[in-house]
């Protein structure tokens, strides 16, 4: 495998600091929130900084695109429109700044018993199939994330790439949410590897998306690993809930484990 390894930035951090703490225990990139602080209003201002820090280090960058207050599968056409919109200005941003890939949730916040399942999934897959390519015509890898409960999650995202050239961003928390366990959740890697381009590292203890530092947890990443080809290249995002320096130290240590473990075992 060739792998970079990054973490999603939370809120709270400061952007500048993050880059500062991937580089002082050796993630390869950020992955940064773009919501709130890191929402295309605030942070452009800031955009002249975050490219100087990223080059100071040595740092690459991915984005996570908003998904609060946006709505791509809106039944309401001009709610539709305007995400799209929006979620192209932030695709706009991502590429101003250098960024590689893009995470887009393929959800929809549309009233599920006044609108039709089909609908609501045909509108979110033409926003997808429309996003990706506005992202590869800027040099940017959109990888749609799978949701739990929303209407592309593990047990029906096949959909999504059978009607898209989409990557997949595989978030292991949510699949447990699913009622994946880890040879559920290999199952799924043996069957997707060819479309999965980026990975959400997401530890939990049970059937809930807990966000926990990456080994605080029961995901048995090593045995994920093993279960990609041995020439499949890709990101790993640890997604942890926290400001923790020592906890993003931690993480990474783990990954690094289960990385040359699995490797020995293959």
Same mark, same amino acid.
């Given at each position: 495998?060739?792998?970079?390894?990054?973490?999603?930035?939370?809120?709270?951090?400061?952007?500048?600091?993050?880059?500062?703490?991937?580089?002082?225990?050796?993630?390869?990139?950020?992955?940064?929130?773009?919501?709130?602080?890191?929402?295309?209003?605030?942070?452009?201002?800031?955009? $002249?900084? #975050?490219?100087?820090?990223? !080059? +100071?280090? =040595? @740092?690459? &960058?991915?984005?996570?695109?908003?998904?609060? %207050?946006?709505?791509?599968?809106?039944?309401?056409?001009?709610?539709?429109?305007?995400?799209?919109?929006?979620?192209?200005?932030?695709?706009?941003?991502?590429?101003?700044?250098?960024?590689?890939?893009?995470?887009?949730?393929?959800?929809?916040?549309?009233?599920?018993?006044?609108?039709?399942?089909?609908?609501?999934?045909?509108?979110?897959?033409?926003?997808? $199939?429309? #996003?990706?390519?506005?992202? !590869? +015509?800027? =040099? @940017?890898? &959109?990888?749609?994330?799978?949701?739990?409960? %929303?209407?592309?999650?593990?047990?029906?995202?096949?959909?999504?790439?059978?009607?898209?050239?989409?990557?997949?961003?595989?978030?292991?928390?949510?699949?447990?949410?699913?009622?994946?366990?880890?040879?559920?959740?290999?199952?799924?890697?043996?069957?997707?590897?060819?479309?999965?381009?980026?990975?959400?590292?997401?530890?939990?203890?049970?059937?809930?998306?807990?966000? #926990?530092?990456?080994?605080?947890?029961?995901?048995?990443?090593?045995?994920?690993?093993?279960?990609?080809?041995?020439?499949?290249?890709?990101?790993?995002?640890?997604?942890?809930?926290?400001?923790?320096?020592?906890?993003?130290?931690?993480?990474?240590?783990?990954?690094?484990?289960?990385?040359?473990?699995?490797?020995?075992?293959?």
């Amino acid at each position: 495998m060739q792998v970079d390894t990054g973490f999603v930035t939370q809120l709270g951090m400061d952007h500048r600091e993050a880059v500062a703490a991937a580089a002082t225990h050796g993630y390869d990139y950020v992955e940064l929130m773009m919501d709130g602080a890191g929402s295309r209003e605030r942070l452009a201002p800031e955009a $002249d900084g #975050l490219r100087d820090a990223l !080059a +100071d280090h =040595g @740092v690459g &960058l991915t984005v996570h695109l908003p998904f609060r %207050g946006v709505d791509p599968g809106s039944p309401f056409q001009a709610v539709r429109s305007g995400s799209v919109a929006e979620l192209e200005a932030h695709v706009d941003l991502a590429t101003d700044l250098g960024a590689r890939k893009a995470t887009v949730h393929p959800t929809s916040n549309a009233w599920t018993h006044a609108h039709d399942d089909a609908v609501v999934g045909d509108a979110i897959v033409e926003s997808i $199939d429309h #996003l990706d390519g506005y992202a !590869a +015509d800027r =040099g @940017v890898e &959109l990888v749609a994330e799978n949701v739990p409960k %929303g209407r592309f999650d593990t047990n029906r995202i096949d959909e999504l790439l059978d009607r898209t050239d989409v990557s997949l961003c595989l978030d292991t928390g949510h699949a447990r949410v699913d009622g994946r366990d880890d040879g559920g959740i290999a199952a799924f890697v043996d069957d997707h590897a060819n479309r999965i381009s980026h990975l959400h590292l997401n530890d939990v203890r049970g059937g809930s998306d807990e966000h #926990l530092p990456v080994g605080a947890g029961f995901v048995d990443f090593e045995r994920l690993f093993r279960a990609f080809p041995d020439d499949w290249e890709g990101t790993l995002s640890a997604e942890v809930f926290t400001l923790s320096e020592t906890y993003l130290g931690h993480s990474i240590a783990h990954i690094d484990d289960c990385l040359a473990a699995a490797e020995v075992e293959q």
